[in-house]
């Protein structure tokens, strides 16, 4: 069972607009900012979005990040074939001392 | 470019010791915190354990804390993880994750991993 929750699917079709959810608590989320990362099947991770909606150089301004309280979103706009993918969310946990992860949610193009 | 790669992974049997090593290049390696994440078969990410700059602070997962030991040397631009008293639930593939400029930036680079199965 992940500390941080995600749906464990979702879908759209090329060129729509996705979201995806992140929710944690006030020792985690509540309190420091999350990061999102992309993991093409077979591939290592890759980071998406770092503090909550900061990109990093060669991330594309299709992704997005944004956090309200104890969750976070990912939205992926003008959905690509290539961005079928696990995502998953992460934040560090002033409780546990620990980084924790969602549990990942598979990124469907139909 | 920066590149990280691991190695050291294999089959072990439970209770047995395993030492995984990562080098890193591309980047000035003593100027960033570096993590260990994990990904069982099939499953999400697992963060395992991180080290600063320095080695002056070390962190580690609840499931690992008291048999993992993560170090560094900044000499070698490498990463180590010291793992004993393995268990069946340690088996998976062990990424060396470097961190960003900014500390909330974990993962701004991960290498391929080196896969870790622990069996008899």
């Known amino acids: 069972q992940s500390v941080l929750a995600q749906p464990p699917s979702a879908s759209g079709t090329p060129g729509q607009r996705v979201s995806i959810s992140c929710s944690g608590s006030?020792?985690?989320?509540?309190?420091?900012?999350v990061n999102w990362y992309q993991q093409v099947p077979g591939t290592a991770p890759k980071l998406l979005i770092y503090?909550?909606?900061e990109r990093p150089s060669g991330v594309p301004d299709r992704f997005s990040g944004s956090k309200s309280g104890t969750s976070a979103s990912l939205a992926i706009s003008g959905l690509q074939s290539e961005d079928e993918a696990d995502y998953f969310c992460?934040?560090?946990?002033?409780?546990?001392?620990?980084?924790?992860f969602g549990g990942g949610t598979k990124l469907t193009v139909l | 470019e920066v590149q990280l790669v691991e190695s050291g992974g294999a089959l072990v049997q439970p209770g047995r010791s395993l030492r995984l090593s990562c080098v890193g290049s591309g980047f000035n390696f003593d100027n960033y915190a570096m993590h260990w994440v994990r990904q069982a078969p099939g499953k999400g990410l697992e963060w395992v354990s991180g080290i600063s700059r320095r080695s002056g602070t070390t962190d580690y997962a609840k499931s690992v804390k008291g048999r993992f030991t993560v170090s560094r040397d900044n000499a070698k631009n490498s990463l180590y993880l010291q793992m004993n008293s393995l268990r069946p639930e340690d088996t998976a593939l062990y990424y060396c994750?470097?961190?960003?400029?900014?500390?909330?930036?974990?993962?701004?680079?991960w290498g391929p991993g080196t896969l870790v199965t622990v069996s008899s």
């Open positions: 006030s020792s985690n989320i509540g309190t420091n900012t």
């Open positions: 994750v470097k961190n960003g400029r900014v500390p909330a930036a974990m993962g701004d680079y």
């Open positions: 992460a934040a560090w946990d002033d409780s546990l001392n620990v980084w924790v």
């Open positions: 503090s909550n909606n």
